[in-house]
Every structure is written in structure tokens, then in C-alpha cells.
């Protein structure tokens, strides 16, 4: 039998300890784009897409040391869809039998100017995009693979601010504030309590956003034997969504980055991951007039197109923690390390409606019942009159399904690399979680993964929000049950952290049988530029 198939063999095995041993390292980036119409992924409404604005890319990198391996396969998309992870685990199976499609982390970057290559979008079009897709994607892993050489990596951390809360706060209940014209809205069930997506923070009631951005940039840089720089994971809080309004294909400013690193680095790879994220966005609400006068002053001219100076914004801050981190970062490099890497499911507790919700629900479909009833109503107002009684009725049935149902599987994965952990999982998380974990591992850096993986049992859905506890009572579209029906609760989250936290600690006790060394570097004039 060929020698990388049974060290896959191997590796296909349950682990139960790491040993320090020679890394082999092995990257493979495939392009996905196509200049054909296809969809959009991201808003409740079908866009698509007007042409190709950038590089669709799919990046593999395989990481291994002869006792457990890690395979991480980055998608320019808005989520992972399940159904096509598992296709892709099957595809690569084929080609490589007995490999371990179990330590396959899949992560989406969150663009929402990304095709779309889940299921409900089953044109022809759609369903060949779709079978490209997974095929690009199977083999940049088979080639990853086999492309594993004798490596070191090394990694540090900087930062770069380039997201900010997208959840204004307001001291009174909005659900209580009259309509447009001044009179009481139509009983329907408001997201929004205390907070609202996007909303306006000039407003007298305005009270704070509700996070506070995450700057921290993780780093993770692969080497050959020679300390020539291969590769890096650029692991950052940043939903890639600048140019959202953009109808065209393309991979915001991943995009950006790829091509400054081309300039200063040649051919290496770039493998972006979003780290917990999922109550930020790249703008300060309340700085709109600020930033519109700078890009005058800055640029004296319109937009080439939707986001074009916010990605150069962006960009430029985590070039900038590129640059302040690598030269001292490739001081030490690791070619012999222990590495483990657990894959599990988890069940999470499942985001319940509040009993206050609830009795919302049921007052508010008191007041509609009596509104369908006018033989005169508007036709546009018994539009919205229904669509609230519908989704009213969705909140009580809701509880009732999810007694019979109370949790969520989810994909887990956690693993280390010497001084480095990952911790993946399928969410959009609040950064709270992502701050709680890193608070928490044992290890000297620790990088979360976000929208890494669809539901195992309904590999249809997609990443919905995990709000925090404390953002429940504020509501909005991330923290309310319907938005979120496939969404753990709070307490899931928090179980998700506390099983986190133990298995890096069951991965710290193998230090104790697996001693690293570092190997001292002069700087690299190719690491320092």
C-alpha cells in the first residue's frame, strides 16, 4: 500500500496522546471563480450575481507529524453548508482512501458577495457551480496532501482594528415607539427590544453598542527547511462583508490581502479564518459623517465601487500587524512538535423563547385575530397584518418544537500544535465566547474559528447567530428565538466554551510526554520586509 495512504490509515485512528515529532506541512489553493450568474449568498433576498469583482478561492493546508494531522480548507463564501461538506469529505475519501476526513476543519471567510453552494438553489446554474465547487475543493485537499513536506512553522499575534459593534443599544423599548406616520405599529412580534441591527445611533434614546471590537490578530506562519516562508493563517474578528452592497462575485478584502502579499512574498499561500465575530461589522455607526468627509479628503473622488476605501481601510491595518509581527515571529521556529487534534459533536442547549415573549405572542394574536376580521382593511395592511399573525403563532409553536427536540448537534473541533490551539465551531459567535476561550486555554495562543461546519443532522442549515445572555433582553435580529431557530441558547454557548476550555486542557497534559524545542533564527530578509 502506498505509504500516504496508510499513514492516513493511521491517522484515521483515535488518538489518545501527542508526541513531539517532524512536522509536514502541505498547502494547495484552488480558484472557484466564474464570470457566469450565480447566486449571492448572505441577505434574506436572492441577488445575483453582475459579474466578478475577485478571485473566488478555495485554500487547503495540511498540517501532520506522523501521530495526528489537521487539514484546514477555507472557503470564499458565506457559510459552510453541511450537505456540501460532507460531499467534499466523500470526494476526498475516493481519491485517498482510509484518510481521515474527520480532521477536515472547514471554515467560511463570510463574505456576502460569495456564491451561494448549499441546497435550495438547485437551477442548473446553481447545481454545476455547486459540483465544480466541491470538486475544487476535494482537491485542493488531495493535493495539500500530498504535497506534505519537511516544514516549521512559527506564529505570534498583533492588531488590527477593523470591526466595530453593529448593535446599537437604546434606553427605551422600541417595540413601544409609533410607527411612521406617527400612529401605534401593527401588533407584530419586533425583533428589536432594546437593540435593533444597524440601527440609528443618532438618536436621543441612544445609550452605547452593545460589544466592544476585537482587535487581535493570530498568526500562524508555515516554513520549509530552509526558513523560506510558505504560507500563513490569518486568523481575525472580521465578517469579510465591505462591499456588501456589491452585486458582483467576489471576496471582499481577502482579495486585497492576497494581492499585497503576492507583491511582497510571491506565490505563498494565505488561508484567512473569521474568529468570533458575530455582533461586529467593519463600521462605526456614529461615524458615518466622519468617514465620509475623510475618503473626500483622501481620495477626492466617488468609489470605484460598493466598499472600495473601507477595503482599503481594512487591509491596511492587517497588513500593518503582518508586518509589525513577522520578523519577530520568525525568531523561533518549530519543526518537532507535538500535535493532537480532537473531532467530536457537541449537543447544545437550544435558544428557548422568553416567557415574556411569549405572552407577547399571545396578546399580539388577540389584536390581529380582531384585525382580520375588517372587511375593510387595507389590502398592503392585512398583508402585514397576516405576515405578523404568522410569525406570532411560529413563536409559540417554536417552544413546543424545541421540547421535543431541546438540542443541537454541532461539529466540534480542538486541537494543538505545539503552543497553539484551534477551536472550531459553526456559529456566528458573539465575541464574548471567542474572549471566554482564549481567557480560559492553557495555551499561548489560542485561535477560534467561526462558521467552520454545517448542522451533521440538518446538513441543510446554515450558521445562525449565538447570542449572549446578556443580549437577549436588548433583542434585535442576532438575539431573537425566531431569527435564530437553529441557534443554541446562551447556556449552549457557555457549555460549548466549558467542554473547550477542558479538551485544551486534556491536550496541555501531553506536555508532560511530548517536551518542544524551538530552533533560534536569524532574520530572514524575505520575513522582514
Avoid at 102 to 128: C, L, M, Q, R, V
Avoid at 190 to 204: M, R, T
Avoid at 219 to 227: A, E, H, P, Q
Avoid at 504 to 517: G, I, M, N, R, T
Amino acid at each position: 500500500m502506498d505509504k500516504k495512504l496508510s499513514l492516513a490509515t493511521i491517522l484515521a485512528l483515535t488518538v489518545f496522546s501527542a508526541v513531539a515529532a517532524p512536522l509536514k506541512i502541505g498547502w494547495a489553493t484552488a480558484d472557484a471563480s466564474t464570470d457566469r450568474p450565480v447566486f449571492l449568498q448572505g441577505l434574506n433576498h436572492r441577488r445575483v450575481s453582475q459579474g466578478l469583482r475577485d478571485p473566488i478561492t478555495i485554500t487547503a493546508l495540511v498540517i501532520d507529524n506522523g501521530e495526528d494531522c489537521v487539514i484546514f480548507n477555507s472557503w470564499d463564501t458565506s457559510c459552510v453548508f453541511g450537505t456540501v461538506a460532507k460531499r467534499v469529505r466523500a470526494g476526498v475519501a475516493q481519491k485517498l482512501p482510509g484518510f481521515p476526513v474527520e480532521k477536515i476543519i472547514f471554515n467560511a471567510i463570510h463574505t456576502h458577495t460569495g456564491p451561494s453552494t448549499g441546497p435550495g438553489y438547485d437551477d442548473p446554474e446553481s447545481i454545476n457551480y455547486r459540483n465544480m465547487f466541491i470538486d475544487k475543493a476535494a482537491d485542493t485537499i488531495v493535493r495539500a496532501w500530498n504535497d506534505r513536506k519537511p516544514g516549521k512553522i512559527g506564529y505570534g499575534y498583533d492588531f488590527a482594528v477593523t470591526c466595530f459593534s453593529r448593535r446599537p443599544v437604546y434606553f427605551d423599548d422600541l417595540r413601544k415607539r409609533p410607527g411612521k406616520d406617527g400612529k401605534p405599529k401593527t401588533p407584530g412580534f419586533s425583533p428589536d427590544i432594546h437593540a435593533k441591527l444597524h440601527g440609528d445611533s443618532n438618536d436621543p434614546m441612544f445609550s452605547h453598542m452593545e460589544a466592544a471590537p476585537d482587535p487581535f490578530v493570530n498568526f500562524l506562519f508555515t516554513y520549509d527547511l530552509n526558513d523560506k516562508l510558505t504560507g500563513m493563517i490569518f486568523n481575525i474578528a472580521f465578517p469579510s462583508q465591505v462591499s456588501l452592497p456589491d452585486m458582483k462575485l467576489g471576496s471582499d478584502c481577502w482579495s486585497d490581502i492576497r494581492r499585497e502579499l503576492k507583491k511582497e512574498f510571491g506565490d505563498i499561500h494565505l488561508l484567512p479564518q473569521c474568529a468570533a465575530a458575530g455582533d461586529l461589522t467593519y463600521k462605526i455607526p456614529y461615524y458615518n459623517r466622519a468617514t465620509k468627509r475623510k475618503h473626500e479628503l483622501l481620495f477626492g473622488r466617488k468609489e470605484a465601487f460598493p466598499g472600495e476605501f473601507e477595503r482599503r481601510r481594512c487591509t491596511e491595518q492587517m497588513m500593518a500587524a503582518l508586518h509589525r509581527t513577522l520578523p519577530w515571529a520568525s525568531k523561533e521556529l518549530y519543526g518537532d512538535l507535538p500535535l493532537r487534534h480532537i473531532s467530536t459533536t457537541l449537543h447544545l442547549k437550544r435558544l428557548y423563547a422568553s416567557e415574556e415573549r411569549i405572552r407577547e405572542a399571545e396578546e399580539n394574536l388577540v389584536k390581529l385575530q380582531e384585525l382580520k376580521k375588517d372587511k375593510n382593511i387595507d389590502p398592503e395592511k392585512l398583508k402585514r397584518v397576516n405576515n405578523a399573525f404568522w410569525r406570532n403563532k411560529k413563536i409559540l409553536s417554536l417552544n413546543d418544537e424545541i421540547k421535543k427536540k431541546p438540542t443541537w448537534a454541532m461539529e466540534f473541533h480542538v486541537l494543538r500544535i505545539g503552543e497553539v490551539a484551534f477551536v472550531s465551531e459553526r456559529y456566528e459567535l458573539y465575541t464574548d465566547f471567542g474572549q471566554r476561550i482564549q481567557a480560559r486555554s492553557p495555551f499561548t495562543q489560542t485561535f477560534t474559528i467561526q462558521l467552520s461546519a454545517g448542522l451533521p443532522d440538518l446538513p441543510g442549515f446554515v450558521g445562525a447567530y449565538l447570542p449572549t445572555a446578556r443580549s437577549l433582553p436588548n433583542g434585535g435580529y442576532q438575539s431573537h428565538p425566531l431569527n435564530n431557530y437553529n441557534s443554541p441558547s446562551p447556556e449552549g454557548g457557555q457549555q460549548m466554551v466549558d467542554e473547550a476550555v477542558r479538551l485544551l486542557y486534556e491536550l496541555k497534559k501531553d506536555d508532560e510526554k511530548a517536551p518542544q524545542s524551538a530552533e533560534k533564527s536569524e532574520p530572514h530578509p524575505e520575513r522582514t520586509k
